[in-house]
């Protein structure tokens, strides 16, 4: 046996057993990373349902307040004769809830209930002129007269998004809440929406989680034990539970890449110290409405300033509050979210999104992109010799560089995400091909020519950058990360301070291998 093969036979299991050993470490910081973004987006989405509601619940008691603070409602409860009540008082109801429902395809009803639970009115914007007020809506006026609650909040979960359906009690007299004398004369004035948005929130959110979100009255035991539980309108509570399920597809996906990894990594490692070995001992990452559908759609983020007075000036306020609310929430918690928190870049979970939007759009025909993978060279001798703070120090100035590379770049129309994956490890993702991408190697090169500056002291580092470019090397994300990751540690193999372009498919090295 020579003594090459017997160094081969100490060193690989060594090694083999140290990659794993390191894997193993990796996976369960990036598992317990992968469930926590996951967890953090399920509750992001759970709230904004939980939003959606709670404007509709609003939207249907402004209609009740609005309609209660003009003469008509009034004026209709008071008047003796049906058949003007009908003919006369209705039509100015009817004109009143369509000029409050705003979107003329928005479904709204508004009803008026007696004090023996007869219908005296009821008008729905559908297309259905002879449209009857439906059974559940009674049965919920109904229970309002005989219970002691002045008003009410109530989800009817029928066919398409639903009802939301409030219901208010009222003195005939005075048009305020009954005292308990009263309560035998009093009327129940009711509006019901459809929630379309929340209804299309709901079902895309069911359908990515593959769990039920459940809407109603909640036990304490029941709510507790929810991943996200709260409180939407009186007795009324979302809820959703997390599936484990979903955050197993990417442990397991992790698992693979982590598997393959250390393998393909103990080989090149086994492989270049046989070779050290062979040469040194033995040889050689609207207006409001209009405005509302238009954040709605997508089209813009922030509504515009009011300065109308009145219910509907008031209304147009509660919805820009509400709406610059929930988007600051949004942005934080998607700053928190997708941001690097050591160096302000993007995350490992923010590139690992933006890269697989990229690669449907490649795969889809429209472009192309590259991905380069960058290792800080001598890093952990900078952390032994100049402590962590300087580690640190390192870290942020790259990233700071990076992000001004990328400005610049985008100056130049060529969009350049720059990432932090982990530790010393970077990444760029950048529209266009390998030679746009090798341009851009060439200038994060510059930025350590002599080494690094970061403050008042120069470091000896430099940097080591794989490039790989879909779907030229691969059609899917993860494998052109592979393939960039592969191209870097060649680069480093062939001297550090770098690049290297990527060659030949992870697949077809393992096959080879």
Known sequence: MTLARRALYVILPVVLVSNLLVACAVYWLQASMIE??????????????????????????????????????????????????????????????????????????????????????????????????????????????????????????????GLVVHSQLIDRRTFEPPLASQREFSY???????????????????????????????????????????????????????????VAVSLLRLKGILASGSVVLSLLSVGLLIFLIKRTVTGPIALLDREVKEVIDGAREELSATERTGEVGRLSINIKAMHDETLRAFRNVQQMTWTDPLTGIANRPRFNVVGQEWMEATNAGRGVFSLLFIDLDNFKGVNDVFGHAAGDAVLKTFANRAADLAASWGARQVEAIPARLAGDEFAFLVRGDSEVAIRLASDILELFVGGLQAGRKTYPVSVSVGVATAPKHADAFDELISCADLAMYRAKAAGRGRHAVFEQSPRALLEAS
Do not use: C, W
């Open 188 to 246: 129940v004035i009711q509006s019901a929406v459809k929630p379309k948005d929340f209804a299309a929130l709901r079902a895309a959110l069911e359908a990515d989680y593959g769990s039920a979100v459940s809407l109603g009255p909640q036990s304490p035991s029941t709510v507790a034990d929810a991943a996200f539980a709260r409180d939407v309108a009186h007795d009324l509570t979302l809820r959703g539970d997390f599936p484990a399920a979903h």
């Open 36 to 161: 926590d973004s996951e967890r953090t987006r399920f509750t992001t989405r759970m709230e904004r349902l939980a939003d959606a509601f709670v404007d509709e619940v609003e939207f249907t008691r402004n209609l009740v307040f609005s309609m209660l603070a003009g003469e008509t409602v009034q004026d209709f409860v008071r008047e003796e004769n049906p058949e003007f009540q009908v003919t006369g008082l209705g039509v100015k109801v009817q004109d009143g809830i369509r000029f409050l429902s705003g979107a003329a395809n928005r479904f709204v009803s508004f009803a008026i209930v007696a004090p023996d639970g007869s219908v005296a009115y009821y008008f729905e914007n559908s297309e259905d002129p002879f449209a009857e007020m439906r059974p559940e809506q009674v049965v919920i006026a109904r229970r309002l007269l005989e219970s002691p609650n002045a008003s009410s909040d109530e989800y009817v979960p029928n066919d398409g998004a």
